[in-house]
């Protein structure tokens, strides 16, 4: 991977004085679990064709050099550090946790994001596990020995979680699970699998409950993966499930039943919040490798830099990243302030206050990263480099965790603009 020089953007992130042994952690880390296997992957990592295998999934060196940073990185008690101790976690709340993701983005899109926990990992839905799951499931997850999936979207069911169609219906002590889930990331290495489903329609918040099973064990006894979806980012591991009369024990409950809605909802406003400090840093890589290349490109008889149109453009990626990052550390500060972000239910300022910070954190980042593909010229267009890829991410980033628009209609209901929220949420009868 290319050495960077030491960027003017450091000394403004001024991370505070007790996060100074962590982040150092954390640059071992990169050092010596991240870069290594970088160096050994290169070919794979700089060739879309060569990231993934002849199925177009993502590629098993890949799959298992993840896998070994993640085990280092739960070691090194950076992997859960935003879960809180009693589970295992670094006990670190939202404004700390924002400094670590910009340091473990800051390096850009290789394998560093495998440093922490994502949607495939560590959630803090964990929380809401039961003693009975601790050793089979939350434990291995939060040492990052096993990866998961969060099945919640459906072909017919995405913005409006109430249009959902899977279901668990109880048959004595069990439940029978039905239904397909659309999109779903890590979809076909997870060990463990989370799942939302309707328990009971016409219930309101109460119409849902989480289940969790292990995927191997699972697989071909009522749980089936489907198709691979192509992404514009090339992931390799985004698809579809099914549920065909899948048997689940009542142990296999997530919290209680009917909780489901609202670990949703605190689940979606982590991964919001968390768009932060991942925003922060791949924005802060981009405005660096644009720095580098206006300098170093000559257009005539200067540098490109030396043009105000060119400049004007840094700027303009510059004051993105610092008014987003500046709102996603206020943001965040008044999360942690009143305790645990992760207490049910959330309190509505606080939502609104977090669509806001994804909205702004995922707008941003796509326009830093529209204007680096810009000053790129055409090796922006080309693919296979980290400008291109961070683009492509970045456009990706406004759909999933809920839409941009979503993000705005809640900032708006969260206001007072809500109407006839009995067509917003209708309730389907289980077919
Ligand atoms: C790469 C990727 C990974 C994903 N990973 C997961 C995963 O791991 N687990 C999971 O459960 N899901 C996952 N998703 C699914 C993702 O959460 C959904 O795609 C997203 O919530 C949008 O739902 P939809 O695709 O059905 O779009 P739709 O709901 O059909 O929306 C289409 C468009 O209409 C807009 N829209 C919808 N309602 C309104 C409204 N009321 N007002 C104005 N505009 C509106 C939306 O903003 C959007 O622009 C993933 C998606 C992608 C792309």
Redesign the pocket.
Known sequence: MPTHHASPLDAELNPPTHLTDILARVRALHRDEVVPREEALKHRLEDERLFLDADGKLHPEIIAARRDIMRAAGKAGIYSAHLPIHLGGGGLGRTDMIYVEEQVYGYGCGLNPALLSW?EGATPRLLYCHDHQREQFTQPLVRGEKTS?????E??????LFDMKTHARKRGDDWVLNGS??????AFDADVVQV?AMTDPGAGRRSFTYFMFDAREMMGRGYRTGRL?Q?M?G?GY?GELFFEDLVLPSSAVIGEVGQGFDIAVMSFNYTRMRRAGMCSGWSKYLIERSLERVQSRQIGDRPLGANQGIQWMIADMYLDWLQTRSLSLEVARTIDNPGPWYALPRPKDEIRRICALKLSNDESFYRVADRALQVHGGFGVMRNNPINKLFQIAR?LR????????Q??TIAETLGLRFDTSK?QPVKPIQ
């Open positions: 949607s999936l969060h099945a919640v979207t072909a017919g069911a995405g913005s409006n889930k659309a999109y779903i990331t890590n939302l979806y992404t980012f992931d985004t990706n759909i999933p965790g809920g839409t941009d628009e979503v705005r209609t917003s």
